[in-house]
């Protein structure tokens, strides 16, 4: 069974979709990978009311680690790594796509695709994954919202940032 809500955020509105133990996607409505969702949902799911509480704490600046349940919906075996790797990233960090690539052994534009499809939107933080001279880019909820998020987490970015040396 899969149940879902539609919560606000700072940035947006999102959906939120469990399976009923796990947290298994968290997409801003409109984004580019937007999936299509059963008729009904359930917004009284635990799971669903505890991933909303964690993100309006996250949006207050009053939580760095989601406790939720998680597990992606879909996605290849590659993926899944990619988004394992991501999800190592602490809060006030980056990563950039060729040293994630380089972690996995595989090429910056594989993972790039792969974080692309990332189904759990800020609890899989993709928005910490950058260019190797730190350029925003590539973020399916949209460049903007990547920018707020890193910024609501103290990260600065400069043009002289270089990641990979």
């Not at 964690?54 to 939580?63: D, H």
């Not at 809060?91 to 759990?120: D, E, H, M």
């Not at 925003?136 to 043009?159: C, S, V, W």
């Amino acid at each position: 069974m899969t149940d879902y809500v539609n919560i606000s955020t700072p940035i947006g509105e999102m959906v939120l979709i469990s399976d009923g133990t796990s947290l298994c996607g968290a997409y801003f409505i409109g984004g580019k990978y937007f999936p299509s969702l059963p008729e009904g949902g359930n917004s009284k799911n635990n799971l669903l009311g505890q991933a909303a509480r964690e993100l309006e704490l996250y949006f207050a600046g009053k939580l760095r680690v989601f406790t939720v349940p998680l597990r992606p919906a879909g996605g290849t075996p590659f993926q899944q790594r990619v988004w394992a790797g991501i999800a190592e990233i602490s809060y006030g960090r980056l990563l950039s796509y060729g040293a994630l690539a380089a972690k996995l052994n595989t090429g910056a534009r594989a993972v790039g695709s792969a974080t692309g499809r990332n189904p759990l939107s800020i609890f899989v933080p993709c928005h910490r994954v950058v260019g190797h001279d730190g350029a925003i880019t590539g973020y399916g909820g949209g460049l903007d919202r990547k920018r707020f998020l890193l910024a609501l987490e103290g990260i600065t970015i400069t043009e002289d940032m270089c990641l990979e040396r």
